[in-house]
């Protein structure tokens, strides 16, 4: 739990500068208020981290999942190429976003916690990322309760893929690797034939995913976050989706991966369940944030090869495999 005081100090460091930002600009050197604000903040996430370290880790009794493991391997083991391949991409089913939703919310009506209190999320680096309030399911649709129970969801898609990953992905991906060699050009051949992945783009992909193969999961994650953000782009573009902003000056830039996902259109192009595996993965801070995170050089390497990063290398891997007409690849 975090004490009372170092709590105390991150709301009083934070109402400060709320109040300090309110004096007006011209008004601000003579008071040096703009200094006091950096200093503010400086204080503020030095509070933040201390309260970091005052936290403690949840222990809930250990799964055994060693029935699953034995099951993954036996589910991949002994298969031809391609099958094995076919068979390593569909082990898992991805995520539901229905299902996720549902469980959130019982897990929460059934939380005085959830209920009463206010939740507030910290990055490493000591930033308040999000907050959330306590809420009422006297009205679900209302943003008040839809911030907690997005939240709620993405706490509880985490947990799953951490789950998958020991369970499904890594006990699979030993056996394949150890019957199988899966060589760069082999998997550009495989990139070719795919309906998904955009042309001009092959080489990256099948890169990306050999290192994958390779279990160098720093390379990979750097390689196909990229692509997948030029593949949304491009579903929505080919579709007739905008994907850029015109300013006051003429200027019109691409939108990033986060305003891309947020359109209220995307679900008309794209799956919702994949929509939702590409927010929670990449783009929201309560999450792995793991586009963001590389894309403003925040991505340490224990973070590019975490669970989140070889899920997110599986799921490209999947999109790839179930996209190819395999008739053209079986002999």
């Not at 029935?67 to 991949?76: I, L, M």
């Not at 907690?148 to 056996?175: C, F, K, N, R, T």
């Amino acid at each position: 739990m975090i004490t009372r005081a170092i709590w105390l100090r991150v709301i009083f460091f934070e109402r400060a500068i709320q109040i300090l930002r309110k004096i007006p600009k011209k008004e601000r050197a003579a008071y040096k208020v703009d200094e006091r604000i950096e200093n503010l903040h400086k204080k503020m996430n030095q509070a933040n981290k201390l309260a970091l370290g005052e936290m403690r880790r949840i222990e809930t009794p250990r799964l055994d999942i060693s029935q699953s493991v034995e099951a993954s391997r036996n589910y991949v083991a002994g298969r031809n190429f391609p099958d094995v391949l076919l068979a390593f991409a569909n082990i898992y089913p991805g995520a539901n976003v229905d299902q996720i939703r549902e469980s959130a919310k019982k897990g929460m009506q059934h939380s005085i916690l959830c209920r009463l209190c206010t939740s507030t999320h910290i990055t490493r680096e000591g930033r308040v990322a999000a907050k959330s309030p306590g809420f009422s399911f006297d009205n679900t649709d209302s943003p008040e309760t839809q911030q907690p129970i997005w939240q709620e969801m993405l706490q509880h898609y985490q947990s799953d893929i951490g789950l998958v990953i020991q369970a499904h992905i890594l006990p699979a991906l030993q056996v394949v690797n150890a019957e199988h060699r899966l060589i760069e050009v082999t998997l550009l051949s495989l990139c070719r034939s795919s309906h998904v992945i955009p042309p001009g783009r092959e080489v990256l992909w099948a890169k990306g995913l050999f290192f994958g193969f390779e279990r160098d999961f720093v390379v990979s994650t750097h390689i196909l976050i990229p692509q997948l953000e030029h593949l949304v782009r491009m579903i929505m573009k080919q579709s007739g989706l905008k994907t850029t902003t015109l300013d006051s000056n003429g200027i019109e830039t691409e939108n990033g991966l986060s305003a891309l996902l947020d359109n209220p259109d995307i679900e008309k192009v794209m799956d919702k369940n994949l929509i939702f595996e590409f927010k929670a993965l990449l783009s929201d801070a309560v999450g792995p944030n793991l586009r963001n995170e590389m894309a403003h050089g925040l991505l340490e390497a224990d973070r590019a090869e975490s669970v989140y990063a070889i899920y997110l290398w599986w799921l490209c891997l999947r999109l790839m495999i179930n996209s190819i007409p395999w008739q053209n690849h079986k002999k």
